[in-house]
């Protein structure tokens, strides 16, 4: 599949910042499933943005003003050609060892019913370790509502779980959270998704969770879709959780209230060029 991704982030600050700092994780690494046919990112500031890359070998663009700046919009763009590998992951270099991946972070730490949780749904400790994801996959799709109205940034796994709903992104931490706890090193991924009802215009990026499953290596598993990742996934980041793998993290000083806008297209180039000539 032929993707093209393209979005604008813009902030507005009531006053002028004095200061902004920033690292972008906004773009995507080459591996066996996706090749990156071109790749754009721009910032509306006179400021370079070199490229760079952080521990978890996801490429970094940082940049840094004392200007003042009462507005900034940072926009990406590219195309990517994926494949299905069902979900298995390969080719991509891998900066930290897998036990890293067991560490507990605020937004991924179970409480006593996220535990309670994995234990029922994983299946007893000798099960094949797949099968064992597979159905935690399966449990949390089940169990908890995807909505966009429930939770924040900062939500975490147990508060989403305990309302049994969130987004992408608190079913990504559920399912890492359950995945650690029965012995599977998990990460969080952002990227982005198409959308096979042929919807463009989208309001977030996408979020799903790798494990590392003997014999196969890392497999993705995306819980908000109750499956593996497929050839409508595009891979940009992993980290321990959201914060390590967000698309922009920054500071500023100054400029008083921020207003954030956010505005995605995700499409199948196939698609489109097959509606275009209807």
Known sequence: MRIRIAYDTRYAYA???RSIAQVLRVTPRNNDGQHVKFWRVDLDIDEAAPVGEDAFGNLTHAFFTTRPVSHLTISVSGEVETTD???V????PERLPAEAFLRETPLTRPDEALLAFADEHAGPAGADPLTRLHDLL????????????????GTSATEAFAIRRGVCQDLSHIFIACARHIGAPARYVSGHLVKLNGEVEQQASHAWAEALVPGLGWVGFDAANGACPSETHVRV??????LSAAPVRGTRI?????EL????????MAQRQMQASA
Not at 237 to 242: L, M, R, S
Not at 261 to 268: E, P
């Open 15 to 17: 006053a002028p910042a």
């Open 85 to 87: 590998t069902h979900g």
């Open 89 to 92: 992951l390969s080719g991509t």
């Open 138 to 153: 399966a449990a949390i799709y089940r169990n908890v509502t995807f909505d966009t109205r429930s939770t924040n940034a």
């Open 237 to 242: 980041a992993t980290g321990f959780d959201y």
């Open 254 to 258: 100054g400029g008083g209230a921020e």
């Open 261 to 268: 806008s956010v505005k995605l297209a995700v499409a199948d």
